[in-house]
């Protein structure tokens, strides 16, 4: 199969549903003749004009309480929020309104609305830039919440979420952009709440989200040299969230960790963490352990934005601490 | 009270005092309700603007679409949700419009194009545009109405919400209810400048009216007008409409200290219902016995109402967590 | 000592403070004049008039905003959002701003400021005013987070958020706000990440917030007739969290339950569930349990209002399966 | 050129000249830093906006504070901070003005009222207005400045910044940088009405004036009368100021497509910088000597800025998470 980048299979995602429904329009800063930031809509203007290719001024609260309205009244908006930290001055729209509107409405008004941007540290593009929020748009109900590390859950995740009822946080960890990967040439859908065991093993169990998912998966090629055998799980939807086969795992091996590079307090590590705990405790050899980035605004300069990240040292060491234990 | 140029015929006008009184007389009774605790919630009525959704919404289609604020039974009924669901869902009942779920802030009734009334204030303002984003977007001649009271005003939902309307030439009516207090903050504190209808021209550049907001004639006309430009695809109009809401903020609170009971008293004279029925009389529309037949039949229906939201079930609680979600990823 | 009910004990820090610090100043919608929807500010204009007592428009983002300007050169604002939902549209404000000012100036500006609101389900409020979100400001980091639970620890976290230099969200459950204590007449500060033990007992560690405490409390009273002795830490602050008296408190019980209105996933619960994982596993007896509101939007209807909080039916049941396992 | 009534002494004017070029020559060697790949993160220069950071700043004393934006190298730099605190800053190192924390977009020197520049657009805008509130809170007769491109026009921030500024009479000076440009959405898309100062009469009732803002005399003057009227207790004005980027809106972006070559040309003929040279010479002030000179003298201050960047060490990583908190809860 060819390969393709993540921001191409996304692209393709969007491409081939905007020619199926023409309901689907895309809204945010730059995403018009210039084709977004990231060239998430490159080549879309031309096909498809301003009505579906809009342009905004900086209103991000704006634009997200306007596709609301959009979106209950047989339209289907994607927010491009190009860097998802603008997302925060539309929080009121998303928490009080978005989230809400299907089960207010007794499921009579939907909802159908993509939310997307990029998200992670990286690029000395410090604090303003960096962030990822989405144990935020977990812990609030009636958010869907995709999480793709690589270009086949991108464009699978990305349809399934142009094809639903429900707003979904599409979230695309800036370092992956240009990763290369397998992707079919024609449209299919994932389902969310469906992880992906990336890699079999009975030593422990890792569950990495996004980035992570990279890191960790060359780092257990590593350790499996020395015959440490790890399995690591992509949950790739953190909304719905697949505890089944993270529990399934535990009962395997015995041991967990969750990395994540975002914040650790009331995190998707905490939530996992919680859960196993609940339904997993007789299958614990050792206590769950998190990996998270600091707990910190982040820094600009790459000496302080480094250490503010989980880097290769500190993924090895819990792994190894986890199977040690 | 404007009475050139009527085009309207004896029918029309006497359906907007119709709407008016019903609005009026189920906001009564709802607020007694609320006395009696059969409200278990917040309720904010409308009684004294009347003549703003009455005259607002005549001009509607059904599947034209409208988005409400926290003071929005008179917009629902005016759209033509029926007393009854809107009773039953300020008792909480699974007969309400919105199941129970609501209550006063979150009527819904989108069959009819009742969007929603909404708890917090602004967001009617961008869901209104965006609405008429839809409807250009699809190529359909449905229009989207987006009332808001002054309190809305100085809110950056008003200024984004009004500018992309303005740029992208959209089939919008925002209808500004400036009833001169936002709970108890005054307008001229809140802002220096009060000619919400001069900021929408000079700002955005939009067609835009001050109107008085008790005669529900220069309503319903200055409605007229924005409704056939965005039918005809000639984008947006603000409907500045000035009026005095004449009972508390919300049932249960005081009335007194943030206003003078002469200003009280000077808007009690410019009833917008006591002034239609005078106008009806008078230009030949209606006499007296007319209004009270309607009156007498709006008495009824009411009364119907609440009878019905007292009679109704509650909802089953094991429903509690339902329709969050539809279809689909 | 004199009982006071809770909105007199906050009142009461802030009346104090406002004369000791002329740089303190109220701003929100009704707090002048009227003294505050929750009579937060009763008394206040009177003395102090409006530049201290700050009545504005609905303008939430802006005010937050304007307060961050304000305490970057040297005034201490009280942001009163009366209903904390109103909150969401400064997020960005918030999140993106007074968050971080202290960081990204290397400590050289302060950022003095509280934020204050009604939190919680009841009444039939619905779901524009029944809203908690302190999950959302434990996750992102610089925030204090303070949940008093009674008068006396309203005035004392009050009082140590207004003299002290960093954002602080004090939220009050407004079913609390009626309830009475002794409260002392003079001005104390309670300290951050301190827990209170309010109940001391053997069987089992009930961890509870907000109103979940006074309901909490009542049941055990019950449990107790029945020999079961539990005891019962309320947290106070969640941002610093005191996880040393939780973890003692394991140590000793074996058994733990966090009891939180507000919604489960990435919540408190799950953060002190992974954090006593991490830190007290072979403490533990059996697992770690979590009982919250049910993850919808809040309905209206009394019927369906009380089907989303736990009871004291689901409290009860919940202890003692905790107990039995 | 404006030069009717100028007050201004030679020194003045010269330093004016002074502080337009040590921003150009600053910016132009962190462009080429940025492209040897010494600056780590993103950088937006300030390049052919010169004169209105130099002229509203001219006006400021240390105490007054200024909040600014992503394009904040100009505005810190005539705020006092050293080209060396700025280059070092974005060279990501421990002796930037903010110790490697922020980068081109977070540069904090509070000390000298450099109180942040922003990588979110808007919030300048509200916090420019709150230190106006603390200012006349504690009767101090500081003044605080917002500076904001066209992009934040729409923004809500703008509606409810100004707004508030003007109910509460604060002493704050709003300066919209209108470069015609937000990235590359054309402010003309962005709203109907680009008069800024217009729509900061009409909506929010605030003294405001439109400038040429490559015009340093007319900024000046504009910023002079402004800042009087603050600190005299006489509320906010807004400074809606012309003018245009001469370098992509960040380093390492394109800069064709979205304006054209003659759009570019026409503002390079109107050279802030040069502009001010010709008429300083005209009007007698200087002779071409005196500007070498201080050309001269400016290269090497931003010559030795770039080597102390270049030689200053990294931020100890161990301080990645320091200063998150202050005293007390
Ligand atoms: C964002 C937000 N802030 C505060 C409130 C609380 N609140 C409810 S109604 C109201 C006043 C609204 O005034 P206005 O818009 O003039 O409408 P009116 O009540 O006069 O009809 C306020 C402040 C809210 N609902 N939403
Ligand atoms: C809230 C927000 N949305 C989007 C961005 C991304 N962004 C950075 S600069 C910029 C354009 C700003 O234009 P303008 O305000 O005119 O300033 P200029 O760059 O022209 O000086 C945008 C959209 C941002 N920083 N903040
Ligand atoms: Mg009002
Ligand atoms: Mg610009």
């Avoid at chain 1, 705990?277 to 790459?302: K, V, W």
């Avoid at chain 2, 819904?108 to 250009?136: C, D, H, N, R, W």
């Avoid at chain 2, 309503?219 to 005095?244: F, M, N, Q």
Wanted: aromatic share 6%; hydrophobic share 45%; glycine share 10%.
């Amino acid at each position: 199969m060819r390969e393709i980048t993540f921001t191409e299979a996304a692209r393709e995602a969007l491409t081939e549903q905007m020619a199926l429904d023409p309901s689907i329009f895309v809204v945010g800063e730059g995403i018009g003749e210039r084709g977004g930031n990231f060239n998430t809509t490159l080549g879309l203007y031309e096909k498809y004009g301003p009505m579906r290719l809009r342009d905004t001024p900086i209103v991000e609260r704006g634009f997200v309480g306007m596709c609301a309205g959009a979106a209950m009244t047989g339209a289907r908006p994607v927010v491009d929020f190009m860097i998802v930290d603008f997302i925060l001055d539309s929080m009121g729209e998303l928490l009080n309104q978005i989230s809400k509107i299907q089960y207010m409405s007794s499921g009579r008004i939907k909802m159908p609305m993509v939310l997307r941007g990029c998200i992670g540290i990286g690029g000395a593009a410090a604090t303003h830039h960096s962030g990822s929020y989405y144990p935020l748009f977990v812990h609030i109900p009636g958010f869907r919440v995709a999480l793709p590390s690589n270009p086949y859950d991108a464009k699978g995740l990305l349809t399934t979420a142009l094809t639903g009822d429900n707003p979904v946080l599409f979230l695309e960890h800036k370092l992956l952009l240009n990763r290369r990967g397998s992707v079919p040439e024609e449209a299919y859908k994932l389902p969310y709440g469906q992880a992906a065991v990336l890699r079999e093993g009975s030593a422990a169990t890792v569950v990495a989200l996004a980035v992570m998912v990279p890191k960790v998966l060359q780092i257990c090629d590593e350790l499996a040299k020395d015959g440490l055998d790890i399995e690591v799980i992509d949950p790739r939807t953190l909304a719905p969230l697949d505890t089944t086969t993270i529990l399934e795992s535990v009962r395997k091996t015995g041991r967990l960790l969750i990395a994540d590079e975002t914040f650790g307090p009331c995190g998707i590590g905490a939530e996992i963490s919680a859960q196993v705990m609940e339904q997993g405790f007789d299958d614990l050899d050792a206590p769950i352990a998190r990996l998270n980035g600091a707990h910190t605004p982040t820094p600009y300069s790459p000496t302080l934005e480094n250490a503010v990240i989980p880097d290769q040292a500190a993924i090895t060491k819990a792994i190894r601490d986890l199977v040690a234990e | 009270m404007a009475n050139e140029d009527i085009a309207l015929n004896s029918e029309q006008l006497l359906a907007l005092y119709h709407m008016m009184v019903l609005i009026r007389r189920t906001e009564e009774q709802l607020a007694r309700a609320h006395q009696m605790g059969l409200v278990p919630g917040p309720c904010h009525t409308y009684v004294g603007e009347e003549a703003i959704a009455a005259g607002v919404c005549a001009n509607l289609r059904e599947d034209d679409v409208v988005f409400s604020t926290h003071r929005g039974h008179g917009h629902a009924l005016a759209k033509g949700v029926s007393p009854r669901a809107v009773a039953a869902e300020l008792f909480g009942k699974a007969t309400g419009c919105s199941q129970g779920r609501g209550g006063s802030m979150h009527l819904f009734a989108p069959e009819i194009g009742l969007m929603g009334t909404s708890g917090i204030v602004g967001p009617s303002i961008l869901q209104g545009a965006g609405a008429g984003y839809s409807f250009k977007l699809l190529a359909s001649d449905q229009v989207s109405v987006a009332f808001f009271g002054d309190g809305a005003v100085s809110n950056g939902a008003f200024h984004e919400g009004l500018n992309m309307a303005a740029i992208w030439d959209l089939p919008v009516i925002f209808v500004c209810e400036d009833n001169m207090y936002a709970t108890e903050v005054a307008f001229r504190d809140a802002t220096r400048v009060q000619d919400v209808a001069q900021r929408a021209r000079v700002s955005y550049d939009m067609a835009a009216v001050r109107v008085d907001g008790n005669d529900v004639l220069a309503v319903h006309r200055a409605a007229e007008e924005a409704v056939a430009r965005a039918r005809a695809g000639g984008g947006p109009s603000l409907i500045d409409c000035k009026t005095y809401r004449a009972r508390p903020h919300a049932e249960g609170m005081r009335d007194g200290g943030y206003r003078s009971a002469e200003e009280m008293q000077a808007w009690k004279e410019r009833d917008p219902i006591a002034a239609h029925a005078a106008w009806l009389i008078e230009a030949g529309h209606a006499e007296a016995a007319d209004l009270d037949a309607i009156e007498a039949q709006v008495n009824s229906t009411v009364d119907d109402a609440i009878e019905f939201a007292r009679a109704s079930p509650f909802p089953d609680p094991s429903t509690a967590a339902d329709f969050i979600f539809g279809a689909g990823g």
